[in-house]
């Protein structure tokens, strides 16, 4: 069976990608330049893929930084490094998860692959609206309606498998698959050499997910 994981180059999607290696998926990891300041992650992908043995890894090239409205494309809107708060943070990239499943969607047709893998999670996260369980119900039924590959009757299933786990437990699950931690980069404003920050809203989640966890944190932060 074939499958398109989308492979951000973090802790959630790099799991994520064991876990389909481990049930016997064929795995083909997609990673997206969409303009990020953390560009580091593309790295860590590249890394990850092929340390869990991803059949292919492709890095798409696209400019949502060209329309703004996040901290993550827009180096004028500050990283917010005061604690998570409530409510959806400037960190949420407009439509960001709509495109990367879109473009999954596309490669998975080309591929004849009726899987796609995604680390969304909305349990310890940053509250985007497009990580939520009914938004990936609702990309299935449009997938399952918007191709020739549903139309003819063969079916696709995106796959969330750490959507309700908490942190220490995505890591936990990871770490008894072989996931190496180490190669990940998970902060918002990681330096070319993949340093974190140590404050923003995904340093504070994953440092907190390995304490939780009783781990060894790996990450390489600047300041350590």
Partial sequence: MKAV?????????????????????ECYGLSVDYGQRHRAELAAAAHVAQALGAREHRVVKLDL?????????????????????????????????????????????????????FGANAVDYSGYPDC?????????????????AAVEGVRLTLHTPIIDLRKADIIRRGAALG????????????????RACGVCDACRLRRAGFEAAGLADPTKYRNS
């Fill in 65 to 117: 930084a060209g329309f703004g409205g996040s901290a993550l494309t827009d180096r004028n809107i500050a990283v917010p490094v005061d604690g998570v708060k409530d409510g959806i943070p400037v960190t949420y990239v407009p439509a960001r998860n709509t495109v990367l499943l879109a473009l999954a969607l596309a490669w998975a047709e080309t591929l004849s692959a009726q899987h796609i893998f």
């Fill in 5 to 25: 994981v989308l492979l951000s180059g973090g802790l959630d999607s790099a799991t994520v990608l064991a876990i389909a290696c481990s049930e016997g998926y």
């Fill in 132 to 148: 939520r369980p009914e938004y990936m119900r609702a990309f299935e039924a449009l997938a399952n309606v918007a191709t020739r």
């Fill in 179 to 194: 996931v190496d931690y180490a190669l990940t980069v998970s902060c918002y404003q990681a330096d070319d050499a993949g």
